[in-house]
């Protein structure tokens, strides 16, 4: 008899175990016995090629498996800080600033753009952005400035060449919400081409 409730036991309790997995599976919410983390499997292609596969969760980034040639990438101990600390912050970093700013500068080169069609000059009055200030303006050009965390940021460069162009460019200083701003793949592909400074005809 002893033998038997012995083997039923824990035939009984794996039993509850598989209706408390199928339960969860039904809900797909954290309940009793069961958290969920919020992690993210990321497969990384070099060259086309299946190089590694990282998971990263809110504290650490793990790299699960890879391929041959990238076995040393991961296992270099600078990668693996590297992911671990500059990489794990700018992945949870909210970008909700970035964007707003984003759309800010992106309204700003329009209203340039506009004002210089409709009245082929440059004036103070291009725009009315709290955040621009002049340091120096003619009608052959100038240069504006973009301010973020009131730190100069952004630079936007006016100059004649046959037809009157804008670009914008990044200014390096300390602050961290500046640098994270022209650091950001957005303002990448605002500011420069793969080559070189992408020009923006105002007429």
Do not use: W
Not at 84 to 98: M, V
Not at 139 to 163: D, S
């Amino acid at each position: 008899m002893k033998f038997f409730l012995s083997l039923c036991l824990p035939l009984m309790l794996l039993a509850n175990i598989y209706e408390e997995f199928s339960d969860f599976a039904y809900k797909k919410r954290a309940g009793q016995g069961f958290k969920i983390s919020d992690v993210k499997l990321v497969d990384f292609y070099q060259n086309e090629k299946f190089c590694l596969q990282i998971l990263i969760d809110s504290k650490e980034v793990r790299v699960i498996k890879n391929s041959i040639k990238c076995e040393n990438l991961a296992k270099d101990k600078s990668f693996l800080d590297f992911l671990n600390n500059n990489f794990l912050s700018l992945y949870h970093q909210d970008d909700t600033a970035l964007q707003k700013e984003l759309l800010s500068i992106k309204k700003v080169m329009r209203d340039i753009m506009v004002y210089y069609k409709l009245r082929l000059k440059l004036d103070k009055a291009m725009t009315k952005d709290p955040n621009i200030s002049i340091l120096k303006l003619d009608e052959n050009g100038g240069t504006l400035l973009y301010k973020i965390n009131n730190q100069a940021c952004v630079g936007i460069e006016l100059f004649k060449e046959n037809k009157m162009n804008m670009k914008i460019y990044g200014i390096e200083n300390l602050d961290k919400k500046c640098k994270f701003f022209i650091s950001s793949p957005a303002f990448k592909e605002l500011s420069y081409t793969k080559n070189e400074f992408r020009l923006y005809v105002l007429e």
